[in-house]
C-alpha cells in the first residue's frame, strides 16, 4: 500500500469534517497518516507525542491569534 | 499486487528449473494425489515466509527444520562428495503502480557423505525492486528484504491470500470469536482506527490530567473538577472492567460453546450411527428372510421337480403313443364303445342308431345289433383303452408343462437372489456411510454400547453451561448501559466546569482533545458499520453464489458483529440451525472473501489469491460454484485443484468438468496440468503440462 494512496482514502473518508472543522481535520488527517505508516511499515513513530504536540500547537496558535 | 511469475528449482518435488507463468485474472492448475500440488503452493510459502507445509505432521516448518530434506531428492541423488546442490524459488510481481519486485530465496546443501549433507542455518533472501517511472533498481538483501515484504505482504495475512484449502481445522475455526475478530482486524486493517482510538484516548487522558492539576482561581470551581473528575475516572474505570468481564464472558461463553458444539455433534454422530445401525439390522432381517424364502421354494419344488425331471425326455415317446391311438382310431381300427343299454334301445327300436337304417327283427341288421348284446368283453376292453388313451393325455400335458414350471421356479428364485442382491448392496453402502461418520477401528458394538442418555445429559449441561453465560453477558450489557448513561450525564457536567475554568491553554487544549477524540471515535464506529455492511452484502453475494444448487438452503449470511459470528438466517431472520459442512465452510469461504474483497477495493490494493484445493472439503453440488465465485472475486487468482480423473467417487468434481471450464472460460487465461515423472521415490518429480 502507498503512503500517497492511503492519504487519498483517509481524505476521502474526511469530507465530512473538513467542511464542519478545518482544525480538527487537519490533526485527524495528519494522526491516521502517521498511524497507517506505523501499521504499515511496523515501527513505531511516538504518534501519541505528536498527536499531544500537533493540538498543543494548534491552540497556541489560535490563543496567540486572539 | 499481481504475480506473473514463479521459478522453482530444486525444490521438494520439482527437479532442476521449473516456471510458471501467469496473468491478471484466474489460472488454474490441476493434478492428481502427489503430483506437486501443494508443493507449489509450499514454493509461494517458501519464497515469502521461509515455511513449507509438512503434511504428514499438518505443520509449517521453517528451512533451518526442513534441512536437506527441502532440495529435491533426484537433485541430491545426482549430486557427487564435496559437491553442492542447491534449490530456488523466486517470485517476479509488480504493485499498483507497476513497479517491479524480484525476490528471491535460496538455500544450498554439500554432500559430504553418501546420505550425509552439511546443511546450512538459513536460507538467502534478495529483493530486487524496479521503480516503473525511473527504472532505477534497489536491491535488499535478508532483513531488508524481508522489512521491505512486510508492506507489501504482510505475514499476518497470508492465511487468508495463501489459502490453505486441505487445512480444514484452520477454515472452520473461524467460527470463533478471536479468529473471527482476528480476520475482521487483519485484513479490513481495521486495526488502523483502533489504534488511532487508543492514541487520541492517551492523549485526552495526559491533556485531562494536566488541567485538572492546573489549580482554577475559583477555589469552589477547582473542588468541584476535582470530584467530578475523580467519579468520572472511576465510572470510566469501572465500565472498562465490565468491558473486560464481558470479554472474558464471551471468551468463557465461546470455550462453553465449543464444547457443546463437540457433544451435540459427538451426540448427533452417535445417533446418525445408531440410526444407521438400525438400518443395516433391518436390512440384514430382510436378507435372513429372503435367504429363508429362497431355501424354502427350493425345498418345496425339490421333490415335485425331481420327481417331473424323471419324466424328462418321455415327452416324444408319450406323443408317438398318442399320435399311434389317434391314428388307429381314425382308421377305425379301434372300434367304437358301444353300450348294453343302447343296443337294447336299437332292438325294441328296431333301427340301428349307428348308421340309422331299419332293422326289423328277424333281419340280418337286427341279427348283428342282437350280436353285440352281453358282449361285455369289448365293452371293458375299449374302456381300458381309452383310460390309457386319457393316461397318456395327461401325461403328456404334464410332462410338456415340466419345463414352463421349471422357469417359474427359476424366475421365483431368481427374483429373489436379485432382491438379496439389492440388499447386500444397501447394506455395503450403508456400512461405508457408517465408516464416514466413525473411525475404522469403531467396532460396531462399541457404538451399540452407547449410553445416549449420558451424552445426552452431557450436550444438556454443555447447553446449560452456554446459556448461562448467555445471561450473564445479557446483565453485564444492561448494567453497561446504565453506566454510561451515569456517564454521559458527568461528563455534561463536567463539560460545564470546564467552560467556567479560567486556564486558557489547558482548557482550550483539553477541549480540542475530546473533539479529536469524538471524531476519531465517531469515524471508527461510522467505518465500522460501514465495513460490517459491505461485508455482509458481499459475503451473501459469494454464499449465494457458491450454494446456488442448493435447493435446501435459502434466505441470508448474517455477519453478527455483536456476538463475532456468521451464520445463515432464513427470511425471519432466525437463525438456521444444522447447515451441513460443506455449507459451512462455503460461508467460511465466502466471509474471507468478502473481508478480503471489501478491504482491497477500500484501500486499492489486491493481493493475488493463491490457494492450494480450496474446495477439498466441500460437497459435489458446491465444488464447481466455489470456483467459479473465486475466479470473479478476486483480481488474480492462483487455484490449485485436486484433479480426481480416476475416482468413482459421484461426490467428487468431475474432471471433465473442470477441464471444460478451463477450455470455455475466457478468463482463464492459464492452466496447467501436473504429473509425477520417475519411477522410485528418490526419482520422482513434478512435470509441468501446459493445457492454456
Not at chain 2, 50 to 67: S, V
Request: net charge neutral; proline share 1%.
Amino acid at each position: 500500500m502507498k503512503n500517497t494512496e492511503v492519504k487519498h482514502q483517509i481524505e476521502n473518508m474526511l469530507q465530512d469534517l473538513k467542511k464542519q472543522d478545518k482544525q480538527q481535520y487537519n490533526i485527524v488527517l495528519s494522526l491516521l497518516t502517521e498511524v497507517f505508516v506505523e501499521y504499515n511499515t511496523g515501527k513505531t513513530r511516538n504518534v501519541d507525542k505528536k498527536l499531544y504536540e500537533m493540538i498543543d500547537a494548534e491552540v497556541r496558535f489560535k490563543t496567540q491569534k486572539s | 499486487m499481481l504475480i506473473r511469475r514463479i521459478e522453482i528449482e530444486n525444490f521438494l518435488s520439482y527437479y532442476d528449473k521449473n516456471i510458471f507463468e501467469f496473468d491478471e485474472g484466474p489460472t488454474i492448475i490441476i493434478g492428481q494425489n502427489n503430483t506437486g500440488k501443494s508443493k507449489l503452493f509450499d514454493a509461494f510459502n517458501w519464497v515469502l515466509y521461509n515455511r513449507a507445509f509438512k503434511t504428514e505432521e499438518e505443520k509449517w516448518y521453517l528451512t533451518r527444520d526442513w534441512g536437506a530434506e527441502i532440495i529435491n531428492n533426484l537433485a541430491k541423488k545426482e549430486s557427487t562428495t564435496g559437491n553442492t546442490v542447491e534449490c530456488s524459488v523466486s517470485i517476479l510481481f509488480i504493485d499498483e503502480e507497476e513497479n517491479k519486485y524480484y525476490l528471491t530465496r535460496e538455500y544450498s546443501i554439500k554432500k559430504i557423505g553418501k546420505k550425509d549433507w552439511d546443511v546450512a542455518k538459513n536460507s538467502e533472501l534478495s529483493l530486487t525492486v524496479t521503480d516503473s517511472i525511473t527504472n532505477n533498481t534497489n536491491t535488499y538483501y535478508d532483513k531488508d528484504a524481508d522489512e521491505q515484504l512486510y508492506s507489501l505482504f504482510p505475514e499476518n495475512l497470508s492465511k487468508y491470500f495463501l489459502f490453505q484449502g486441505e487445512n480444514i481445522s484452520q477454515i472452520m475455526s473461524l467460527n470463533n470469536r478471536s479468529a473471527f475478530n482476528k480476520a475482521l482486524t487483519d485484513l479490513s486493517r481495521i486495526e488502523v482506527f483502533e489504534r488511532a482510538q487508543r492514541y487520541t484516548s492517551k492523549v485526552l487522558k495526559k491533556i485531562k490530567k494536566e488541567f485538572e492539576n492546573k489549580d482554577d482561581v475559583d477555589k469552589e470551581l477547582q473542588e468541584k473538577k476535582k470530584r467530578l473528575s475523580e467519579e468520572i475516572d472511576k465510572l470510566t474505570e469501572d465500565l472498562a472492567i465490565q468491558d473486560e468481564l464481558f470479554e472474558n464472558t464471551c471468551k468463557e461463553r465461546d470455550i462453553a460453546k465449543a464444547v457443546y458444539d463437540k457433544k451435540n455433534e459427538e451426540l448427533k454422530k452417535n445417533e446418525e450411527c445408531a440410526v444407521i445401525l438400525r438400518e443395516i439390522d433391518y436390512l440384514k432381517k430382510q436378507q435372513q428372510s429372503k435367504n429363508e424364502l429362497r431355501q424354502n421354494l427350493l425345498d418345496a419344488q425339490k421333490k415335485d421337480i425331481f420327481d417331473r425331471w424323471m419324466y424328462a425326455g418321455t415327452e416324444n415317446i408319450i406323443k408317438g403313443f398318442l399320435n399311434f391311438y389317434k391314428k388307429n382310431k381314425v382308421e377305425k381300427k379301434i372300434p367304437e364303445p358301444i353300450r348294453q343299454e343302447f343296443i337294447k334301445e336299437m332292438l325294441e327300436d328296431q333301427v340301428c342308431k349307428v348308421c340309422g337304417n331299419a332293422a326289423p327283427k328277424g333281419s340280418n341288421e337286427y341279427k348283428k345289433i342282437q350280436g353285440y348284446l352281453n358282449d361285455k368283453a369289448l365293452d371293458q376292453e375299449i374302456e381300458l383303452i381309452n383310460q390309457l388313451s386319457l393316461v397318456a393325455d395327461t401325461m403328456f400335458e404334464k410332462v410338456c408343462s415340466i419345463s414352463s414350471e421349471i422357469k417359474t421356479f427359476y424366475n421365483k428364485s431368481n427374483s429373489i437372489d436379485i432382491q438379496i442382491k439389492d440388499l447386500q448392496i444397501k447394506i455395503k453402502a450403508k456400512e461405508e456411510e457408517l465408516r464416514t461418520i466413525i473411525p475404522a477401528d469403531v467396532s460396531e458394538d462399541e457404538i451399540k454400547s452407547k449410553n445416549f442418555a449420558q451424552l445426552q445429559r452431557d450436550r444438556d449441561n454443555a447447553k446449560n453451561d452456554c446459556d448461562k453465560y448467555k445471561l450473564k453477558m445479557e446483565q453485564i450489557s444492561f448494567k453497561k448501559e446504565y453506566m454510561r448513561q451515569q456517564l454521559h450525564e458527568k461528563k455534561e457536567k463536567y463539560d460545564s466546569i470546564v467552560e467556567s475554568s479560567s486556564n486558557i491553554i489547558e482548557k482550550q487544549r483539553f477541549v480540542l482533545a475530546e473533539k479529536i477524540n469524538s471524531s476519531v471515535t465517531q469515524f471508527y464506529t461510522v467505518f465500522l458499520k460501514k465495513l460490517i455492511s459491505d461485508i455482509e452484502k458481499e459475503t451473501n453475494t459469494y454464499f449465494r453464489k457458491m450454494t446456488e444448487k442448493n435447493i435446501a438452503l435459502s434466505g441470508q449470511v448474517k455477519v453478527d458483529y455483536e456476538n463475532r459470528e456468521v451464520y445463515p438466517v432464513d427470511e425471519a431472520e432466525n437463525r438456521l440451525q444444522n447447515i451441513n459442512q460443506a455449507n459451512k465452510i462455503s460461508l467460511q469461504i465466502a466471509f474471507v472473501a468478502a473481508i478480503l474483497s471489501v478491504s482491497n477495493k477500500f484501500w486499492r490494493t489486491y493481493f493475488p489469491f493463491v490457494s492450494d484445493a480450496p474446495i477439498s472439503a466441500l460437497g459435489g453440488n458446491n465444488k464447481l460454484t466455489a470456483v467459479e465465485t473465486m475466479i470473479d472475486i478476486f483480481n488474480q487468482s492462483i487455484i490449485v485443484l485436486k484433479d480426481d480423473a480416476v475416482t468413482d467417487d459421484p461426490d467428487s468434481m468431475r474432471n471433465d468438468l473442470i477441464r471444460n471450464m478451463i477450455q470455455n472460460n475466457n478468463h482463464i487465461k492459464n492452466a496447467y496440468e501436473l504429473r509425477m515423472n520417475g519411477e522410485t521415490l528418490d526419482e520422482q518429480c513434478t512435470n509441468i503440462i501446459k493445457l492454456k
